[in-house]
């Protein structure tokens, strides 16, 4: 049996984001029921020095990625791993959508395409043994192509001895799990239409109690799913939830979203809904993004969420090929209408459109003269927001703090949750800027905000890590001294923790890492 580490970068710099990275569990919690020592690193918790022990202790590094800034973590960790002659692995979206192009950069050895459980387990065991690389796999001299799609029924749990303490992490309002992959609809923009090639598979409800069940003290679960999936199943994952005491804000699509449904999710404890809506260009939703909504599917929804009290999440995105100036702005209206029939009580959060390769999107924005990369260099670039403040305009390139600080103002929100207590006070003046912007529709000049915006934003995620890392510590100590009767003790100045009288099982990871 190998050893093995499976490492995720983080997502962005500033990004508050601290969900479980279930794109290393599913596979690493594969190859763990198999009898590989697996090893997990996550940038977001995890140093760098933990980072070059682990790698040491290893004969793989694989890791993961979404297009954009994470890959410029892919890069350096498999470039370090290569250095110490590892054998590399990269998957994920990214490495799905790229495969034949991302095989040419010289720190990586394999790719596994499209979903990873299976893939990883019968590569290791080709390569171990000096077997034939099998379907799912790209390497250095070719590709035998693609396996199929997994059932959903067969879909195991990524919760193991060695991911928990990562679930844990994420506790109380973080946690996410799946209970489905990918989505029938084939939006033009998505990379589901490529990466499940708009399959939808519903994974077993059986399995997913069971997952709720290793993580007691959930609060709250937010979905990953592309599509939870139609009216019954997400009623029926709303009763599983309640019957926990566990809130969540499912991701709806908007037609089927009635009184009755508004209700019985109301019952089920059900105070939220995500709702992609794109655009609020007709024109733009039918013939461009090809949705299979209307504009009416959302007022008529919005109207049903805001007379019972339901705080809805909406999603657009700008910039798709082909939109005008013209549709933006009707886009920005439908956004501010929407506000009005809630009574400001929702979110909005704009993105600026990505070219996912391989997409329909993709190829007409080719068309339209957009430089595509063909390195993991320039696509680490490519889905920044620097990039289309070269390309486009300053409107891209800041939409998503202007209206991210317009909409996200309430209790509960991203800016209350990033910026708890007197520390909001530091982001007001900025959000208050944000605000007239967005009324005057005037999105330039704002490099100087955005400089200090983003350094607050990173000060925001490493001080509420800093907070929940010594919040954890601070309970396994507590733990130690209830059930031993001694004290733990930190050396004034040298800031360790000395822990005398313990077994090793009580002297664990987090007490660990903050020595």
């Known amino acids: 049996m190998s050893d093995i580490l499976l490492t995720f970068p983080s997502p962005t710099s500033t990004s508050p984001q601290q969900i479980p990275a279930l794109s290393i569990f599913y596979p690493g919690a594969a190859l763990e029921r198999e009898g590989h020592n697996v090893l997990y690193w996550d940038e977001r918790w995890d140093n760098d020095r933990d980072l070059s022990d682990k790698i040491d202790k290893v004969d793989y590094v694989g890791t993961s990625s979404l297009t954009g800034e994470q890959l410029k973590g892919v890069k350096r960790i498999l470039t370090i791993a290569k250095e110490r002659g590892k054998i590399t692995i990269f998957g994920g979206i990214h490495a799905s959508l790229t495969p034949f192009e991302s095989i040419i950069e010289e720190y990586i050895d394999y790719i596994v395409v499209g979903e990873g459980e299976q893939t990883i387990v019968e590569l290791i065991d080709a390569i171990d043994n000096g077997k034939e690389i099998g379907l799912g796999v790209v390497t250095k001299d070719g590709f035998k192509g693609f396996r199929q799609y997994m059932d959903g029924g067969t879909v195991e749990s990524p919760i193991t001895e060695k991911t928990l303490p990562y679930f844990e992490k994420s506790y109380p309002n973080d946690i996410t799990l799946l209970t489905s992959r990918g989505c029938p609809y084939a939006c033009t923009f998505c990379y589901n239409v490529v990466y499940n090639e708009s399959k939808y598979r519903q994974l077993s409800l059986d399995k997913f109690e069971e997952d709720l069940d290793k993580l007691p003290g959930i609060e709250y679960i937010q979905f990953c799913d592309d599509w939870v999936g139609p009216k019954k199943r997400t009623i029926e994952i709303a009763k599983i939830l309640h019957k926990r005491g566990i809130a969540n804000q499912p991701q709806i699509r908007a037609r089927d979203i009635d009184e009755e449904m508004a209700d019985t999710l109301i019952e089920f404890g059900c105070t939220g809904l995500s709702l992609g809506i794109e655009t609020g260009s007709p024109t733009v939703l039918k013939d461009i993004v090809n949705k299979s909504e209307k504009q009416e599917h959302f007022i008529n929804a919005a109207k049903i969420l805001a007379s019972r009290g339901i705080k809805p999440q909406y999603y657009f995105i700008i910039g798709f090929p082909g939109e005008s100036k013209e549709q933006r702005n009707e886009t920005y209206d439908f956004a501010d209408m929407l506000s009005e029939i809630h009574g400001g009580y929702m979110s909005v959060s704009f993105f600026s459109f990505t070219p996912y390769p391989g997409t329909p999107l993709f190829e007409k924005a080719k068309e339209e003269g957009i430089e595509v990369p063909n390195t993991l260099d320039g696509w680490s670039d490519f889905g920044d927001r620097s990039f289309y403040r070269e390309n486009f305009t ?122």
């Open 394 to 515: 300053k409107e891209f390139a800041n939409i998503y703090h202007i209206a991210g600080f317009t909409f996200h103002r309430g209790v509960g929100d991203k800016t209350d949750r990033n910026f708890p207590g007197w520390t909001r006070m530091l982001i007001k003046p900025f959000e208050m800027l944000c605000v007239l912007r967005w009324k005057l529709r005037f999105w330039g000049y704002y490099d100087l905000e955005k400089y200090f915006v983003e350094k607050l934003l990173r000060w925001a995620v490493y001080r509420n890590r800093r907070f929940q890392k010594e919040l954890r510590i601070s309970k396994a100590k507590q733990k130690a001294d209830s059930k031993f009767g001694w004290k733990s003790e930190k050396k004034t100045g040298e800031g360790k923790y000395n822990i005398r009288n313990v077994g090793e099982d009580v002297w664990n990871s987090e007490l660990r890492q903050s020595a």
